[in-house]
């Protein structure tokens, strides 16, 4: 070969590869294994990070976990809660690096004391030191923002038969299954904002999680712990400043990581209806902070909704203008039911990663607006989550996600939806009697609602027997907006009068709360615009207590309202309405209980100050102008609507 021929070879090898090479040298190793424990059964949830960053994953229910590494630092660091923690250096320069770990039980260090009769644990000094830091670690951060993973997954074991006699329809195994990614920015003491980047739900691919990393916004730096739909009162913090009075504290040892020394100490309520936790806190000695807990709450600590819950919090140093913050990492939330004849388990975890630290966070930042899902988070392809995804699923939760979604295909379809409305749509006695019904078309998001003959059929002194037939139709669509038709009709046989009217909605605005609502027609109405009797109590104390309560009057009319939010926080509703009213008269006195004592009075109102009350036929213009404001109103948005 030709001293030319060779450079153009090489020159066309390196125009090819030299890209090829560059690509793969850019490219993240991926870090993968599994964690177990001495006996080789997976630790769910362990923490795998790079040491003094705040990259990071958990492993997941059976141990398996999967972790992109940042370039720059090769230590990866492995902890959980109860083992002693594994620093491991990563050597491999492979795209993809398989890492399993074994980890062994904490070694605890305690020193031989000679504690007297009486005297006080070492436990309670540390504990004193934690409280005297409290408020300066709480407000380490003043502001930071970082993306938050969070995976939620509840199953049922038992579920019963019936309750209150209705049939159970919801079956075992996995019930809920969802992930999201946020990015959440905090700034102290009170400002957080949340975007909602992705989400996935098991079984429904159009829906999207309502997994919120700011609401397990939990730090036991705090006196007290608030978990809204918990417990109406707050949990008392292992360190806060009132804490001795209400937990025990015992000192189980000290562990070496890092050159640093961790104090771990158990916990324990003095009373056991006290707002308080058990379980273990692991402290840094000398710098008394918290390093790791696992508290458990239960039924007696006055709980809801779940017999316990425990709640697991891993923190870790990373650098900072070359000093070290510590920040969360991961935390966990596992929880059992056992109420009403179901039985069952879940969990929700957080894993915390990309951290941005006191940058100066400006206020005007925030807003009211604490909470917003974008619009395209539900619609991420399966390779989006197996690239974002910092915790591999299980098998279980890989066919629930295949499963679900191959019956979404299914239960979506129109003779699917056909065959439960058919079933649905069976009338019986009660439908007829007392309830009512309504007939739905799923597939068409139509419903048509017809009452009962309790609410067809009244009686009053005025219209006598009174036949008085309506029936609605809505019509729904996929972004919460629906429109209402309302018609109905009555005739008097003792008055000999036929009336009818129309009510429509139009709710077009969810995210403004906006509706319009047009009436028109001839109808009577209540004298009492509150209409504190139904007219089937009216018709029942007329037929068998002769007494007509209730009082009517007739009017045509023509009504138009509208119905939305400004701005947020002020709402507006104005109507107008033209009518032209009639007065009406007691043309019956039947009755089923004919009292001597009693008779029927005038179909006007009694009023001591206004004798008479009886008014001419007139016509009136009304308008109305409701206002309705609530100065810093915080909201969540979602897709289409508005909490």
Known sequence: ?????????????????????????????????????????????????????????????????????????????????????????????????????QMQPEVLQLEALVIKPGAEDPAYGIIRNAIAQRKKHLRELQDYQCNVYIKGSQ??????????????TIDTGIVYLSESVSELSVKQPDKVKEKVISSKVSGDN?????????????????????????????????????????????????VQQDGQVINKIKVFPKRSHDPSFSGLVYIVDLSWRLHSVDLLLTKEHQ???????????????????????????????????????????????????????????????????????????????????????????TIAEIKDYHFKDSMQVIKKSEPYLDSIDHKNNKVTPTHIFLTGKTFRHSFKKQSWNFPSLVELFQFNTVEGFVPNLGFSFTQDFEDYRFY????????GFSNERFNAHIKTRYYYNPLKFASIRVSAGRFVESLNESVPLTAFDNTFYTLLEEKNFLKIYEKSYFKAEHRSE????????????????????????????????????????????????????????????????QPGQKYIKRPYRKF
């Open 303 to 393: 709980i809801e909704f779940v017999d316990s819950l425990r709640i697991k919090q891993l923190m870790a140093p990373v650098d900072k203008d070359g000093e070290k913050v510590w920040t969360l990492l991961s935390q966990q939330f596992n929880f059992l039911l056992n109420a009403f004849g179901f039985k069952g388990e879940g969990y929700f975890v957080g894993v915390y990663t990309d951290y941005s630290i006191n940058e100066g966070i400006s206020s005007r930042y925030f807003s009211n607006e604490v909470i917003t899902v974008d619009i395209n988070s539900n619609k991420k392809d399966s390779m989006y989550w197996e690239i974002t995804r910092p915790i591999p699923l």
């Open 155 to 168: 199953r049922l074991d038992e579920v019963p038969e019936r309750i209150l006699g209705i049939p159970v």
């Open 484 to 491: 209402r038709i309302n018609p109905e009709f009555r005739y």
């Open 1 to 101: 070969m030709s001293k030319l021929k060779t450079v153009h070879f090489w020159f066309i090898l390196l125009f090819w590869i030299l890209p090829l090479l560059q690509q793969l040298a850019a490219q993240d190793q991926q870090l993968h294994g599994r964690i177990s424990d001495e006996n080789g059964t997976g630790l769910p949830f362990a923490t795998i990070h790079q040491k003094n960053t705040t990259n990071g994953t958990t492993s997941n229910a059976l141990g398996f976990y999967s972790l992109e590494l940042q370039k720059g630092n090769p230590t990866v660091v492995i902890q959980f809660v109860g083992y002693k923690s594994v620093e491991q250096n990563i050597e491999d320069l492979s795209t993809t690096v398989m890492m399993n770990v």
């Open 206 to 254: 159009r829906a999207f999680s309502f997994n919120q990393a700011s609401d397990v916004l939990i730090s036991f730096y705090e006196n007290q712990i608030y978990s809204e739909g918990l417990s109406e009162r707050g949990f008392i913090s292992p360190i806060a400043d009132n804490a001795m009075l209400f937990y025990d504290y015992e000192l189980a040892g000290t």
């Open 566 to 629: 400004i701005v947020n926080g002020f709402y507006l509703t104005g109507s107008l309405e033209w009518s032209q009213r009639r007065p009406l008269e007691n043309t019956n006195d039947y009755t089923f209980t004919d009292r001597d004592e009693r008779e029927f009075t005038p179909n006007a109102p009694d009023n001591i100050e206004l004798n008479p009350t009886e008014f001419p036929k007139h016509q009136a213009f009304l308008w109305n102008l409701k206002v309705k404001w």
